[in-house]
């Protein structure tokens, strides 16, 4: 395979990331919305608007973790990936039709077991199309999604809800999943051949679970994901509220000033992956190291912020020193596991890392509850205290660098280099 369809098939699963997480923050502004939380009667309980979030979490880690090895074993990347697009294009459209908050509660666990595969098949068609070495910046590109979903998911759903309502923002979002999200993957994401390697041969879903499960390095990464999630959808669960009632932040600024951390993020992800392939395998821990340092410390100045400028030139640096860690987690998944359970590596990772990290906006949610509705503080605290684990092990793994795994299965060809 070309370089050229390589790289469409990596910018392709860039827009499917994209978005994904631009449906992933469309509760975090919703949850802004009056008209909204009257309708579900959610309005002014904190708690169960951070368990919105956390449903989709729990489904999605579940998802990663039990439906990746059966997608790796039967499905592959391109098959999984139209199933899993067009099963959340449905739940995101039946959701606005959801006729109390159970059924709505219900529809975002489904969204998220429907997301739930997403980035492990991301990380298998890295691993499929790239040599060990070269895999930081596809890694980097196809994760800007996350950055880039965020950073305009959050002034684009804003606007949908208060330019038309909060239907409109769920509708428009089905409409481009199916519409952009499909056509992507059947146009460009290849699949490579494999050689030597027959049907009866493959390991099968019990086979392909219990080798993810022996990965080397397996905890410190799962801490680290847990950390850098439990990062992600609790500052993007409260990021808007926070604004709007904390600093009184005008809807337009809101949309503007949520949407920079994850544009520093994308910035900084994308030096993050350039900087992976330059460093030698016993550094690939560093950015975690320097991310959750200065992270944590951006967040600290958030909670205790005098000033409007001040704590949004907080929140933006803390978004900066986050987006450094990002590439850095399939990277090491990838030199970790074998290359025939990359995967499912991975949906272990990604799907226990989503089912714990997937109490932090609800915890968050208690701590502002706690504080009076208006304890902003104390919640962006805890997302501190998890960088703090991921300081920790990451400094291990500088201590403890990780070994190259085995390039591929038994009895298959290695990785060609196109």
Same mark, same amino acid.
């Given at each position: ?188 994401? !290849? ?14 879903? !019990? ?212």
């Amino acid at each position: 395979m070309s370089a050229r369809a390589r790289w469409a098939g990596v910018l392709s699963l860039l827009v499917i990331v994209l978005i994904s997480y631009v449906d992933r923050v469309n509760v975090s502004v919703l949850i802004t919305d009056k008209a909204f939380t009257d309708h579900f009667g959610i309005t002014g309980d904190p708690t169960a608007q951070g368990a919105l979030s956390t449903v989709f979490l729990i489904g999605y880690g579940i998802a990663a973790f039990v439906l990746t090895p059966f997608y790796e074993t039967s499905l592959g990347v391109r098959r999984g990936l139209v199933v899993s697009v067009a099963l959340w294009s449905l739940m995101t459209l039946l959701s606005p039709y959801a006729l109390g908050a159970l059924t709505l509660t219900v529809l975002r666990a489904l969204l998220g077991a429907a997301e739930g595969p997403l980035f492990s098949l991301k990380t298998m068609y890295v691993r499929e199309h790239f040599a060990p070495h070269e895999a930081g910046r596809p890694n980097a590109v196809s994760s800007m999604g996350v950055s880039l979903g965020t950073a305009a998911g959050l002034p684009l759903i804003t606007y949908l809800v208060y330019r038309f309502d909060w239907h409109t923002s769920f509708v428009a979002l089905a409409a481009l999943n199916a519409v952009i999200g499909l056509p992507l993957i059947l146009l460009f994401v !290849r699949v490579r051949r494999e050689r030597g390697v027959r049907g009866a041969e493959r390991p099968g879903f !019990r086979a392909t679970l219990k080798g993810a499960l022996r990965m080397p390095r397996l905890a410190p990464i799962l801490v680290i994901e847990i950390a850098t999630l439990a990062y992600l959808w609790g500052s993007s669960a409260w990021l808007p509220s926070y604004l709007l009632h904390e600093r009184h932040f005008s809807l337009s600024a809101m949309g503007i000033v949520s949407a920079l951390p994850f544009l520093m993020s994308l910035v900084s992800g994308f030096l993050g992956g350039l900087l992976l392939d330059r460093l030698p395998r016993r550094l690939l821990a560093l950015p975690f190291v320097v991310g959750s340092t200065g992270t944590a410390v951006c967040v600290l100045l958030v909670a205790g912020a005098d000033s409007d400028a001040a704590a949004a030139t907080a929140l933006i640096l803390a978004g900066g020193f986050w987006g450094l860690q990002g590439p850095a987690i399939p990277t090491l998944v990838q030199h970790c596991a074998p290359a025939h359970l990359v995967g499912s590596a991975y949906g272990v990772v990604n799907g226990v890392g989503n089912l714990v990290s997937a109490f932090m906006p609800t915890l968050m949610g208690v701590a502002i509850a706690a504080s009076g509705g208006h304890g902003f503080g104390a919640g962006f605290s805890l997302l501190a205290g998890a960088q703090a684990l991921t300081l920790v092990c990451g400094a291990w793994l500088l201590v403890r660098p990780v070994r190259e795994a085995p390039a591929t299965e038994p009895g298959t060809a290695p990785l060609a280099r196109t």
